[in-house]
Every structure is written in C-alpha cells, then in structure tokens.
C-alpha cells in the first residue's frame, strides 16, 4: 500500500504524463494540448503518410475503408506514445497495455492500484486494475521458459505474456503436457492460463520475403535490408541457413552468404552480399510495388501489421503478443511475436511490417491464408542489436551541418533502445518510450513519440 505522500507523488506524475498527450487519441481530450510545435507521435513517425499498399492490404484483411485504414495508423502512433509514457510513470505497478477496435485504436493501460486509475484515463486511455504487474507476468514467462530447456514441450507449443488477461497464456495440445512444464518452472499457478490449442506450428522453410533468394535446394525470402559499415546484406529467418550458406536472388545470380545464424532459441540470421547487391530501404508490396521503411519502432499489442511472402503475398492482420515461446519440433523458440496474419510454406524470413515501421522477419505458423492462421515473427530490433546491424531506411540524414555544435550526451544514433532506456543529449536526459533503433532525425528533442524528457 503506498503511503499517502508516496501516492500524491505518484498521482501528480501521471498527471504531468496527462498533459503530454497528444489530442490524437480519439473519444478523449487530453489534459493538455501539445505545444503547436511538437510534432505529433502519427506525423514523427511518417503514420500519417502511409503506404498506399499498406492502405490497400487493411483494406481487404481488416475491413476498413481507406480512411478507416488510415486513422487507425495515426491512432496506433498515438496510442503506442501514450502507452510508452504511462508505462514509464506508473513503474512497478504497470501491467501492460493494448489497443482494440476496428478504426479507433482504444488503449487500455493496466496498472496495479486503483489510485491510478483516474490519472490513466486524464491522459486519454482506459484503465483496467488488474493483479499482476507485467514485471511478474514476465517473470513467471521466464521461468517457463527455463524449464522447457530439460522438458519437452511439442505438446504445448506455444506460451507468451497476454496483458489482456493478466496471465501467461500456455496453448497445449495435450495439457498434461502443459501442467508437467508448470510444475517444472515452479511458478504460482495463479499466473498461469492453460488454453486448449491444436496448433503445432512448424518452420515454413519455402519462403520470400519481399523477394525471394536460394540456398541450394531451399528457397527462403528477404526480410529487411541492413548495412554493417559499407557492407550491404539483409536480415532473415535463422531456420533458412547456417553461417556459410551460400545463397542466390529472385534473379538466380550469385548474392551472398550467411555470417550469422540463431535457430532454435531465437529464429534469426543475416546475409552479406557481394558487390552486385545493395540495401534499398523497401519491402515488396502488392503487385510488387515498394513499401517504404523509415524505421523500427516497436508496435504496441492490437496494432495492424502486414506481411509480404514469396508464396501467398501481401496479408495483414494484428499483434496478438509479444514476448511468446514456440516449440517447432526442431526446438523451442523464444521472443517472437503472436499475430493473426496467414502464412504458408513459402512466406518464411518475410518482412513484417506495421505502417512504415519495420516489425520482423516471419518465423513460422499454423493454418494457411485459405482458412486462417497464427503466424510467428522474430522481432527486427533483437536482430539489428545482436549482430550489429543497421536497418536500411527512406529517411535520408543528410550531412551534419558544420555549423552546429555536437550537442554531447549518450544518445547514438544506430543503436537498439529498449522501452525504459535513459540516455542524455544536449545536456537534457530523456528516457525511451517506445523500442526503436536511433537514426539521424530522430534525436530525443524531435521525436516525443519515442523519448520523454526528465
């Protein structure tokens, strides 16, 4: 129970959170407006300009109108903002947060005490009081996670954290199977959600994403490109190959080899290409038109998300989960993202992406996109920071202007932050809202979307 200082203390910081909001989010005002001069979440983030291939394919999978389609992007920008603020202010008592609705992205943030309830709603979301903070969800994933390393989990393929219900969620085709894995991670079975599930997701090794490429008998697809330095390559799926694999283009010329490879654990690799090949920052959309990438801002869970692959094309759908495990029968794969777009053999190592914002590479599923499915992704940022990579994106940063003084601080452009992170720059210190990778022009100071001053 917070004392009555500590819990004035409290209130006042979702209060000044309250006033940060941006009047976006539809059906609430904001305590305050933003300065005219601050770019919104939507516009900082180019959701308010988004692909009409993007549009096109909500269209058809979401049943929207174009307009429909296009409020629910700048929506979700403004609702991941506010979700990354709230979550800062609430510390330990947060419990995640989601959006809902077909147009206008509701978000709902969770919090353990009530007494936050009416600061959440001032800054223009719903609150729901829940019992667990995420931090405990996250744990209890964690152990599950460590006990599936001695424990065979084929039968319970799938777990991840579901802010919704305040569980973590198991799907299990044999619960039994489930529960001995419960037992096993010694986790508060109050935390726990057993769903009966006839999933058993598999690797989908045929596969393009955006354009296809070869490996010997294999084919697989792009997921997004990337440079090391002045070295060009793309990221992929790590099931497509090992370090070594040699690999061809949609065109059957020589292109690259793989350097690195993750699979299972994480489903994650990259390609260097030869000299004949060179990063562009796009994904192949409908009818083989581009779709540009301009970052990789992480999307919040109810966010749409599209996909592109060799086999099946463009699909959209929404983020169901992050933070889930999946047992292929090759192993147990953990922290990818749950979503209800199809996919089939042949769409592996796709690009996902939400808006302009890179979100993944296509890790692999269950159904096909004649019945419907649940699709796997391995988030981008993980695999932009664990080999050093930088995403390749429409946003041009220009020359610095020798006129203008190294502002000075930690900030790096280049580098993966996580949500929480705290960085200085120009002698400010701002915390991270949203998981991104930093660019130039998106310094703390111009992007309120992602950095909050402190």
Known sequence: ??????????????????????TGLPGV????????????????????????????????????TAAQAQRRLVNEAEAGAVAGRLGGALGARYAGAWVSGAESATLTVATTDRADAA??????????????????????????????????????????VDPRTNKVTVRAVKREAAETVIKASGVDRTLIRVEASAERPR????????????????????????TKGTQHGFVTAGHCGRPGTATTGYNQVAQGSFQASTFPGRDMAWVAANTNWRSTPYVKG???????????????????????????????????????????????????????VCAEPGDSGGSYISGSQAQGV??????????????????????????????????????PDPGEPDPGGTWASGTVYAAGAEVTYGGAKYRCLQAHQAQTGWEPPNVPALWQRL
């Open 1 to 22: 129970m917070l004392h009555r200082h500590a819990r004035a203390a409290c209130t006042a910081a979702l209060a000044a959170v309250g006033a940060l909001v941006l």
């Open 119 to 160: 600061a959440i709603r001032e800054a223009g979301a719903t609150a729901q009081v829940v019992r667990h903070t995420l931090a405990d969800l996250d744990a209890a994933k964690t152990a599950l996670d460590r006990a599936a390393t001695s424990n065979s989990t084929l039968d319970m393929p799938v777990w991840y």
């Open 203 to 226: 690797p989908l090794y045929d596969i393009r994403g955006g354009d296809a490429y070869h490996m010997g008998g294999g084919r697989c697809s792009v997921g997004f490109a990337i």
């Open 29 to 64: 005002a904001a305590a305050e407006p933003a300065p005219p001069t601050a770019p919104s979440a939507a516009a900082s983030m180019g959701a308010d300009k988004p692909s009409p291939d993007v549009l096109a394919a909500m269209q058809r999978d979401l049943g929207l």
């Open 362 to 399: 296509t890790s692999g599923g269950s159904g096909n996109c004649t019945s419907g499915g649940t699709t796997f992704y391995q988030p981008v940022n993980p695999i932009l920071q664990t080999y050093g990579l930088t995403l390749t994106t429409s946003t041009d940063p220009g020359e």
């Open 286 to 340: 409908q009818a083989g038109q581009n779709v540009q990438v301009t970052g990789s801002t992480q999307a919040v869970v109810g966010a749409s998300i599209c996909r592109s692959g060799s086999t099946t094309g463009w699909h959209c759908g929404t983020i169901q989960q992050h933070n889930t495990s999946v047992t292929y029968p090759e192993g147990t794969v953990s922290g990818v993202t749950r979503t209800t």
